[in-house]
């Protein structure tokens, strides 16, 4: 290499670490920035073909702008019946708000309940008010309480988005706080290091602005979009993932610098060279893992694949270039006081890991049928999980007021009341259509929308020869039985000669959602085992032993619903779980478990192509088992952040990935996978070249000259 290559080599770290400095500081703020361009609209992330939908787009016609019902009941304090005066009183309250800004048109009267204990009326919002929300819904809360002698209750979509804003209020800073100390803390304890935990940290904050940045612009160009609960996902994602590749990466470098007695950029050379194809084959199967959710018709999962993925493409990049160059600047002092000393795999390994190794080496038919059967056995609950949707009364971990509200209403009214079935069809089959749906069971009553706004207040509002029926139903809305109402409904009005009647509303919605997240399982679930199988064949040079991997994290999964399943009952309370939780559970914790299952199984290689089969099985696990078993713990205490936010959704996918990380990390790929890839010998790795060594010390069909001791 001529003197000035040389030069520019040398160079080459202290211009990627100044590139990555000005990433830091001029692209950190865009984190903070993100929720400028989040959307909270619940209706843009519907199903995009469901008849719901369409009802929304034809809902449009019907009024100059969508808007967002908010609920006021008044109750007694006493639980007494609510006399007329009281009625004229809150009737009077509710029409002072006309004109207020944010609310659209004249609120309805106030209209009392059949027990005569409570009162309910409407007030229609603008459905874009954002952060004018809150005090929009001040100033109907305290127009409400001038009635006297009542207690008031806000309620419906209005009142559950504000409080759905709340719980995001503020989280970015607190999530992103405690993932980075949760981090941090782990680091600082396993690796026993003052500067490397710091060195990672930092990495993986690089890659979490760069991210932001990019999707930033993009959710600002309207090409992808955020919410809250994408925003939360994104910053856990981008720390755990660029966390778990720093890890392996500085592992490998400190094995090198040993190796190369200091000399620090042969070191990181020989450390790159062995480890970024792993990484890089562990990033792509998440990458490809999260871009298949762009198959669903559910517009939210659709939001988090492409999001997903440039989030793990700024923490391999971080890990790729702005690691190295630390560490070959730092060298040695990078793990200070520790240092540097020859792998595992080579001085017969240590401590924990040298007797996993003589055990898997010992007894490896007894230890994965062992672990396997505790894996089915855990599978065996897992069509236990019920992912038909949560109850509004679940949705917030925390009390929440519209939560209250809500069954504060459903006491004293229809379950369905106020937020109503809502049905598009044809004018001329407006009596017929009304009354398949009164005929509905499960249906309180059918009412015309009239031109005042309101249902059955005059002559039916006819929009280019269409016309709106509110429909509402007996039981609560977010309800099973409701679902099932909704389903006879538009069986019903279907069969309508000539209404062309559709059915849409809130119950429609959750029920389409239902079904498409069904749908989105059946297909997406597919695409990303090919895409993982695909990946794993062409770095392992193997088809037997992708088929392995993937069968085990499969298995790893399905255990971990049927933990879940039991855990969200019996200790958190959930009667279920959003419907897409089972679908992002698989894509976080396959496409993750295959990581380590890459780390382990590509060193396994490196090992068996010099020592042999079966010694590379036992130098494999013993060389990667500490660093691996961080890295899980790490991406689980990550992902367990996710609990911070008081939503039951993040809640439970913050379970399910974190118990599933350490169930693939300790169990796995420590225990089932070892013992199997041992106890098949060299057929593992059919049709390769290391299916085919089956003699002698090198082909690992003699027993190695010295195996490590228990």
């Not at 207690?151 to 992103?176: H, M, N, R, Y």
């Not at 109503?420 to 407006?430: C, G, K």
Request: proline letters at 6%; charged letters at 15%; one cysteine or more.
């Amino acid at each position: 290499m001529s003197r000035p290559t040389r030069r520019a080599v040398r160079l080459l770290p202290l211009v990627l670490l100044v590139v990555w400095l000005a990433v830091g500081g001029g692209l950190g703020p865009y984190a903070g920035k993100l929720g400028e361009v989040a959307t909270n609209d619940q209706a843009a992330f519907l199903p995009r073909s469901a008849e719901s939908t369409r009802v929304i787009e034809a809902q449009r016609d019907f009024r100059q702008q969508e808007t967002l019902p908010a609920l006021v009941v008044w109750t007694s304090p006493g639980g007494g019946r609510i006399d007329p005066e009281t009625r004229s009183a809150a009737t009077r309250a509710l029409a002072t708000l006309t004109g207020t800004p944010g609310v659209v048109g004249a609120p309805s009267p106030a209209l009392p309940s059949e027990d005569g204990e409570a009162l309910r009326g409407v007030v229609q919002l603008r459905p874009d008010l954002g952060e004018e929300l809150a005090p929009t819904l001040g100033a109907i809360d305290r127009a409400a309480s001038s009635v006297p002698g009542t207690t008031v209750w806000l309620a419906g979509p209005a009142a559950t988005q504000a409080d759905l804003s709340d719980a995001f209020a503020g989280i970015d800073g607190l999530l992103l706080a405690v993932a980075l100390v949760t981090v941090l803390l782990i680091l600082l304890l396993v690796y026993r290091s003052v500067l490397l935990p710091l060195v990672i940290i930092i990495g993986a904050v690089f890659s979490l602005a760069l991210a932001c940045a990019v999707v930033y612009v993009l959710a600002d160009h309207e090409i992808v979009r955020v919410d809250g609960q994408v925003q939360g996902i994104l910053s856990i994602l981008v720390i755990g993932a660029a966390t778990d590749y720093a890890l392996l990466l500085a592992a490998r470098y400190r094995e090198e610098l040993a190796r190369h007695e200091g000399d620090r950029f042969p070191a990181m050379r020989a450390a790159l060279r062995q480890s970024a194809g792993p990484i890089t084959a562990s990033a792509a199967t998440v990458a490809l893992g999260l871009l298949a959710l762009l198959f669903s018709d559910l517009t939210n999962n659709r939001a988090l694949g492409p999001v997903g993925a440039i989030g793990i493409v700024c923490a391999v990049l971080s890990a790729l270039t702005f690691l190295p160059a630390v560490l070959v600047l730092l060298g040695r002092a990078a793990y200070w006081p520790a240092r540097p000393r020859p792998s595992d795999s080579e001085s017969g390994g240590t401590g924990i890991w040298r007797r996993v190794a003589a055990l898997v080496d010992r007894a490896p038919r007894k230890v994965w049928a062992a672990t396997l059967a505790g894996l089915l056995a855990c599978a065996a609950f897992a069509p236990m999980l019920d992912s038909k949707g949560v109850p509004l009364d679940e949705i917030f971990v925390n009390d929440a007021p519209s939560v209250a509200a809500q069954e504060t209403l459903g006491r004293h009214f229809p379950g369905g009341a106020g937020n109503p079935a809502i049905v598009i069809a044809n004018a001329d089959a407006l009596a017929p259509v009304k009354a398949a749906a009164e005929d509905v069971e499960g249906v309180a009553s059918a009412d015309a929308v009239t031109a005042s706004g309101r249902p059955g207040a005059g002559a039916p509002l006819v929009v280019d020869g269409r016309v709106r029926i509110d429909v509402t139903l007996a039981d609560a809305a977010d309800s099973d039985a409701a679902g099932e109402a909704v389903a006879r409904l538009r069986a019903s009005v279907h069969a309508v000669p000539g209404a062309e009647a559709l059915v849409g509303g809130y119950t429609a919605q959750r029920y389409d959602t239902q079904r498409t997240a069904e749908r989105d399982r059946m297909l997406i679930v597919p695409v990303v085992l090919a895409v993982i199988l695909t990946i794993l064949v062409g770095l392992l040079r193997s088809l037997l032993m992708p088929l392995l991997l993937v069968a085990t994290v499969a298995l790893n999964f399905v255990a971990t619903l049927g933990v879940s399943a039991l855990v969200f009952q019996h200790v958190f309370g959930f009667t279920g779980t959003d419907s897409s939780v089972p679908l992002y559970g698989f894509v976080f914790l396959v496409a993750l478990g295959v990581d380590y299952n890459i780390f382990l199984m590509s060193r396994v290689r490196e090992e068996s192509l010099r020592h042999g089969v079966r010694e590379g099985v036992l130098r494999g696990l013993t060389a990667t088992g500490g660093v691996i078993t961080s890295a899980g713990v790490v991406l689980a205490a990550t992902f367990a952040a996710l609990g911070v936010i008081p939503l039951a959704f993040l809640v439970q996918i913050a379970f399910i990935v974190a118990f599933g990380v350490l169930l693939d990390t300790l169990v796995v790929r420590s225990l089932l996978v070892p013992a199997l890839v041992r106890d098949l010998g060299p057929v593992a790795w059919w049709p390769g070249e290391l299916s085919r060594r089956t003699t002698g010390p090198e082909g690992g069909g003699a027993p190695p000259e010295k195996a490590p001791a228990p």
